[in-house]
């Protein structure tokens, strides 16, 4: 069980470590719309497949979200991805718990993405 929970703090580290380097300048677009989807899907409330579905429901977090890591690594910059895990190791453990209003807008952000996409999907399913 304890390698498990340190995986996990890595997990956290390094999702965080993304997001700082996000915010860097020296990180090309390209990578910087990768890490906001991949950051974005990781500390969501909403999975593509919901967690209450055996086996299925944690599958997506134990490959997209490593997976989108290991791809969004591979994007940033070697010296600024250093950086960013330095400040991350040094923050995280100074962190307090996230606020009910960063999770308010992130359940705002996907419930606008699913209202469009719906909206989409129902002008496409009725055309005439």
Do not use: N
Not at 34 to 60: N, Q
Not at 92 to 100: A, F, N, Y
Request: proline share 8%.
């Amino acid at each position: 069980m304890d390698k498990w929970r340190k995986r996990v703090q890595q997990l956290k580290k390094e999702t965080y470590a993304l997001y700082l380097a996000y915010k860097d300048p020296r990180v090309p677009w390209v990578a910087r719309i990768w890490v906001a989807l991949v950051v974005g899907y990781a500390l969501s409330p909403i999975d593509l497949i919901p967690d209450f579905i055996p086996i299925l429901g944690y599958l997506d977090d134990l490959i997209l979200i490593p997976l989108g890591i290991w791809l969004a690594v591979r994007l940033i910059p070697e010296p600024v991805l250093a950086e960013c895990r330095v400040k991350a190791g040094v923050e995280i453990g100074e962190r307090k718990p996230g606020s009910w209003a960063t999770a308010v807008i992130i359940v705002v952000i996907w419930g606008i993405v699913a209202l469009f996409l719906g909206s989409l999907f129902i002008r496409l399913a009725v055309k005439p």
